[in-house]
């Protein structure tokens, strides 16, 4: 393995992992845009992620899609097999298992292992070498169940009966999760949403989702919008505070965020209610993680990478920083 | 404390002052006393004592923690009590916690060793919020962005009255104010302050505008005095006693009992706290040391005794002379001034002046005092006594800051937003056999854009790593301001600055060019 300017690179498979910059083959892990990016040839990853790319770009971008179910083994390159494992991030996520010369290495892209209806539970897959993401690999990062996040905004949600509780979500994932754990605690009201989450909520529906009722903000006449007081509106978190909110009444802004666990942030996003949901592992999952995959070797790629480098070697495993560019962690998805 | 908490966050994190104050009135409505009265204190910041010290945060979380992560930890999260809340290693909430006034009483009533085991106990059964509302709470560092003065309106908004009737009777109360809500449900008359020595909230200066507002001042319509390097006092003094309190309203008499027992007056005295050393009014490095001391020993007060120089007075007898203008309060203050006991106490004298040109060359004298007169203060003759800092009243000329050219030592990352950045320095000036010696440590002065520019430099000059510190190559000469220095012995230099920063990057000086020592010893002992 390499680290390239266009990402990191199997020198004996001849693809790119997650490249960030158009290369002639490539393996995506999942649709997030920071590691799904348009404009390679060949590119493998699941029918999952290969319909969302399809979504998110034009069909073309993905003209040379070469889809692989979970646990379906293809000869990539001579003597390299390669067969992707479910991550549990988000839909059709997945870790990138490559068998050479008797040896293995799992390139796991961003995952977790809490709860998520939305997609097949992480699985660990024993290896030499593990490639981590370490996006929240700090010992104050502990996330807590999702449905005691779901109470939490529920709560506020009997307690203001005036206010519109407006979510800031990312598109890709997270929104589809929540609404989700919404319809699982019991919430039967129709959810609203931002224009900009309408295409992927649909993707999910197409591949089998039920989110029950919900609605698009646009479609409701001006007259209608006071009927969302009280109600639950999930946007992109840059909505949250721009015009677009102002036309709802009486706005409370909520982010959902696994950086939500940090107070400054919170301010940060101006949110009144913060609601923790991440589709990362936190501080002991990555660890246990590490631990439970065997692997002598740990090699991270972005995020909080010294301690999760510190921790692991205090536990005897070989374990250095990849310092991969082009992710940054502010906009992890 | 589970509520408590919860108040806290839900205070913190809403954005308007009005909703603030909605949530406090709600919970002041549900929650019983003492509780709500504690709660209050915590958040108007009007409680008297730490439950335990920032420090013992610091050992517990040390003894449960590795230190490299718990480093790595607080430089993310900026904050020592939130990173502690949110890194505390047991994690199992208890169903009940005890009540916010238990938890209280519990602190004050253990000894040392027994609070550092009740402290790790209650963090153990806490969730992450909680655990930052006790710590916060316990060291009284709570900023939730709600000011004493929306605490009080919410109170005045509860039970109908104007915000001037809640400020007068706040600080004849104490918490847990059970007297104050008897009054304000309807149960009991209003309290009586009228024999507690209060804190009466303390006028304050503004910077003077050396362009537009110093033609305007002159002899016929100021006065101006010596703006001296102690703490700003407030005396109230009845015939049950007497009170030292800090201009916030901190009550500080038991450092001061000297003071204390000099006070034999029925008044409220505003002035500048100092000590005397053989004899002579003594810089702010020598009342430092009775200001750390809770409980100063006879030796101590001996050697530096605590001398108030008054400059106004707000009561004498039943006499309030704060609507008067200065120069008849200076009356009522010089009638007082005659009976107290001159080795204490001393009347703020007023220099004389006719024009601008005058102040300013009282404010060259000052800046020959070492750092024992700060500059001046200069009011306006007919100006009363009004609580804040009214515009146009009193003004404050500090003289200029003294200036040096240090070089840049070692860097340190800061906390929080600037956690990525080197942006704390230790600069140094050149010593006797040509090496250099620390003098100071200074994180602001410079821009956003320098301080990219700086973490830049630092990053592609970088000599050892020792821990957090990064040493430097000594290249890079800062122009460093500071409004004083005192000699230390804990500092190498054998000096230390008092408030340095950083007042221009000197890109373009060779490190050699810089300051010795010796500049720095002729400026304190000028
Ligand atoms: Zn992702």
Known sequence: ?333 | MRRFAQLLDDIYFTNSTRAKEKILATYLAETPDPDRGWALAAIAGTLKFDLFKRNLTKTLITERMDEELFALSYDYVGELSETVALAWPVNTPADTLPALSEIISSFQRKGKTEIQAYLAELLDMMTPPERWALLKLGTRGLRIGMSARSVKRTLANVKGVDLPVIEELWHGLEPPYETLFAWIEGRAEMPDISQALVFSPVMLAHPIDEDSELARISGETHVAEWKWDGIRIQISANSSGARLFSRTGDDISHSFPDLIEAVDFDAVIDGELLVKVDGAIGAFNDLQQRLNKKKPSKALMAELPAHVIVYDILRLGENDPRALPLTERRDVLQAFMSDVVLERFSLSDFLEFETSDDLRALREQAASTGSLIEGLMIKDKSSPYVAGRPKHHWYKWKRDPMLLDAVLMYAQRGHGKRSSYFSDYTFGLWGPEDQLLPIGKAYFGFTDEELKQLDRWIRAHKLQRFGPVQEVEKELVFEVAFDGAQESKRHKSGYALRFPRISRIRWDKPAEEADRIEALAALVSA
Request: with cysteine; hydrophobic share 40%.
């Open chain 1, 1 to 333: 393995m390499e680290v390239r300017p266009e990402g990191l690179y199997c020198v004996p498979a001849d693809a790119f992992v997650d490249p960030h910059r158009p290369v002639a083959r490539a393996i995506v892990t999942h649709g997030h845009a920071d590691h799904a990016r348009s404009g390679h040839g060949t590119v493998f990853a699941t029918p999952e992620t290969l319909s969302i790319m399809r979504t998110r770009y034009a069909e073309a971008a993905v003209a040379g899609g070469v889809a692989l179910a979970y646990h379906q083994k293809v000869e990539i390159a001579d003597g390299v097999t390669l067969w992707l494992a479910p991550a549990g991030h988000i839909l059709g996520s997945a870790q990138a298992v490559l068998d050479y010369g008797g040896s293995r290495i799992v390139i796991s892209g961003d995952y977790k292992r809490h709860s998520d209806p939305t997609c097949t539970p992480f699985e660990v897959v024993p290896t030499d070498v593990f490639v981590t993401e370490a996006t929240f690999a700090l010992p104050v990062f502990t996330h807590p169940p999702i449905a005691h996040e779901i109470d939490k905004l529920l709560r506020s949600v009997r307690t203001l009966p005036d206010r519109c509780h407006l979510i800031g979500v990312y598109a890709l994932g997270k929104c589809q999760r929540l609404m989700l754990a919404l319809r699982e605690a019991g919430y039967e009201e129709t959810l609203y949403v931002h224009g900009a989450l309408v295409k992927l909520t649909q993707l999910y529906e197409e591949l089998g989702h039920d989110f029950g009722r919900w609605e698009q903000v646009a479609d409701l006449a001006q007259g209608e919008r006071d009927a969302l007081r009280g109600k639950i509106v999930l946007c992109p978190p840059s909505a949250l505070a721009d015009r677009w909110s102002r036309r709802l009444p009486e706005p409370l802004p909520v982010m959902a965020s696994g950086w939500m666990q940090i107070r400054a942030r919170v301010r940060q996003r101006r949110a009144e209610l913060a609601l923790i949901v991440s589709d990362h592992a936190d501080w002991n999952d990555l660890i246990r993680t590490a631990v439970e995959t065997g692997a002598s070797d740990v090699w991270i790629t972005h995020g909080r990478v010294e301690a999760l480098e510190h921790a692991l070697k205090q536990r005897g495993i070989r374990a250095k920083a990849l310092n991969l560019i082009g992710r940054d962690e502010e906009d992890a998805q």
